[in-house]
Each structure stands twice: as C-alpha cells, then as structure tokens.
Nanobody, 125 residues
C-alpha cells in the first residue's frame, strides 16, 4: 500500500555531508511518522531519526544530534536526512521506514510497517 525508495548514499570522508532522500508512494495519508534507521554489519538496526508527518516534530538518537536533520517535503511525498560532520561510525546501510500508528517508542524497528531497500553510507577517516 505504501512504497518507499531511498537514494543519496555514497562514500565520503569524515567531516563530509550527504543528504538522503526517501520518496513515498501509494496511500501516504496512512503514514503517521517516518524514520531513518541504519545497520552496520554485525550490529543491530538502530533508529536514527523520526519525523511525525502531521506536525513535523522530530526526534534523534543522541549520537547524531546536532549533526543530522530530518525533514519532509509534503508536496513531493519525500523525507530527507541531511547528514553533516559525518564520522566513520556513521557508516551503515541506511533504511527509510514508515508506520501507520502514532505514539509509542519510535526507535523499535518492529513498529514500522513499510521499509525501503536501503542506501549505503560509507565514511572514511
């Protein structure tokens, strides 16, 4: 019912910037929030940021606060993740996710119904 497609991943040096995009299609009115997760090899999937589509409120994992910004363009049905001051520890596959339910804990992957295929971000020191 909802399809997500990520783009923007690349290989950059530490201190660099990238902007990821997640284009949503289908029944986007059913989405209450959209989030970015990331997963490095051998590690569990980690919630990075979430945006609540109604009011645009955002929340971030502590490790990216002040460096990453999640935003939305409702006209384009697209959510972005602006990543500045990238660090090697940011290296991961980044996934876009959407959920229909509001409230609760945002950073648990099982809360999200729809997922993109992921886009790789690699940060070299």
């Amino acid at each position: 019912q909802v399809q997500l497609a990520e783009s923007g991943g690349d290989s950059v040096q530490a201190g660099g910037s990238l902007r990821l995009a997640c284009a949503a299609s289908g029944n986007t009115y059913s989405i209450s929030s959209m989030a970015w997760f990331r997963q490095a090899p051998g590690k569990e999937r980690e919630g990075v940021a979430v945006i609540y589509t109604g009011g645009g409120m955002t929340t971030y994992v502590n490790s990216v606060k002040g460096r990453f910004t999640i935003s939305q363009d409702n006209a384009k049905n697209t959510v972005y993740l602006q990543m500045n001051s990238l660090k090697p520890e940011d290296t991961a596959m980044y996934y876009c996710a959407a959920r229909r339910t509001a409230g609760g804990v945002w950073y648990f992957p099982f809360s999200y119904t729809y997922w993109g295929q992921g886009t790789q971000v690699t940060v070299s020191s």
